[in-house]
């Protein structure tokens, strides 16, 4: 239940539809939610015990933040990489 709050303040940040206009980045954004969600769920499943997972071996994913101040007109992008050790 923490980490929902955590990604419900990151959702404030990055959801797509706070840049309505701006298909690209409406686009990478909606695109990495769904990596992160998918790489989210796989972690949930395997912290409660099942042994098989589909978790990506690795993964990039890019947000576009929304800007802090309405006159800001520079997005600031991040982008970080999951890679899983090799078993």
Not at 8 to 37: A, C, R
Not at 60 to 79: C, G, V
Request: glycine share 2%; aromatic share 6%.
């Amino acid at each position: 239940a923490p980490l929902r709050k955590y990604i419900n303040q990151f959702l404030l940040l990055v959801h797509p539809d706070l840049f309505h206009g701006k298909t690209e980045i409406e686009n990478t954004n909606q695109e990495s939610l769904k990596k992160l969600n998918i790489i989210l769920e796989e972690l949930d499943k395997l912290a409660n015990g099942s042994s098989h997972t589909e978790l990506p071996r690795r993964a990039t994913i890019e947000f576009y933040l929304k800007p802090s101040h309405p006159s800001q007109t520079n997005l600031k992008k991040i982008s970080r990489k999951f890679e899983l050790p090799d078993a």
